[in-house]
């Protein structure tokens, strides 16, 4: 063989190598819940066959697995680890400050909801919290390591029905990105281990309500928004480094959306779901699109068909909108929006695209709305979803099941079709916010003390 033959040789082995580690990760990322909405980002698993049914103590309950502390943060799934982040209070102070009583808790409702005070918020806390990120075994919920990333008495109190801990974090296989807003950015490998930590400042967020959006990540980016009372921003790093590669001012109020990366004709942009939704270019940070009439406090992430994206907000008002992804400029009021309806509008929530049908809730109730994501046009009526009353976790879908999970812990699992058809209603007997994952023949759901696992 000559020297030349080699040389080729060598290159043609490279190649495949890589083609099968790229091909080995696609294949892992569809089959695994890595992130906030999953793998598709729509709420969807495209290979999941997760059960109907399930008891909190008994039916289909493979295993459950006390958290320590609190967190709305949703649970994400690697090949055969869980992986899932929480805020403890130690009950300590910082050395040389007194002693303060905690504030009263909030009382319970019925449904699993929380008394709201005065707008819902709460006072500064005066112990330390102490941030963790958790690895549980997939097969049977033991815990493989529990790494501390942080500790600190936050700045400012919370939403009565929020928590310390509300982002969720995402994983490519190699490393766990998990942000805790104003307490900071982590990047951790596998095993636990820091590889690197970000410090964005503190948020100052509407009537002290706290936080929760996610970040995002698209191959060796990072994305994250900061929208709070101060100055926003938005900004894309190094996911390898955490180094800022570009970060751009933003004129918005506190928001909790979790931004949505996709990539459409050879261009990858980074989409912000706003009181006006805005699109910036990966790349560079440059706006491509923007488009008003959302509501106020927007939190639902957006979410993409083909060559458009739908956002949503439901703040005293239900507004959903589908943009052009090809769209240039301001396209606020112009005929460019494919449509517009008032009939969903989730607040806390995300809906659920599926088979192209968009399932959403209004405003944050347990009424539920199916439109035809192509049209916008009404599939499923307005229909209240009788056994739960507040719904936070936003809804999934897979193996043609809806999963609808209240704040209760009662998850109600529709037959996905064009009428209101309830395949079972599921009673975890815990108060649940966080999103459930769904990998393989299980689904998991993290409620207020534990996270289960069930399977057929």
Known sequence: MTTKSRLIYLLSCVFCFFSVSLCALAQDAESNWQQFRGPTGNGVSTTAKPPVQWSGDSENLKWKTPIPGKGSSSPIVWQDKVYVMTAVDSGKTPPGEKEVAPPAQPQERPGGGRSRGRFG???????????YLMCLNRNDGTIQWKTKLTETVPHEGKHSTNTFCSASPVTDGKHIYASFGSFGLFCVDMDG?????????????RNSFGEGASPALFKNKLAVIWDHEGDSFIETMDATTGKTIWRKDRVEPTGWATPRIVEHNGRVQVIANATKVKSYDLADGSLLWECGGQTGNPIP??????????CMTGFRNSACYAIPLDSQGDITDTDKIIWNTRDIGPYVP???????TLYGSKSSSAVLTAIDAKTGKTIIETSRLDGIRAIYSSMVAADGHVYITGRSGKTIVLNHGDELNIAATNDLGEAVDATPALAGN?????????????ED
């Open 350 to 356: 995300t809906g659920v695209l599926y088979d192209g």
């Open 193 to 205: 281990n820091l590889v690197w930590k970000r410090d964005f400042g503190k948020m100052s967020t």
């Open 301 to 310: 992430t957006p979410i993409i068909l083909d060559d458009f994206a739908i």
């Open 121 to 131: 918020r709460g006072k500064p806390p005066t112990t330390i919290n102490e941030f």
């Open 442 to 454: 299980q689904i998991f759901i993290r409620g207020e003390e534990n996270l289960y696992c069930f």
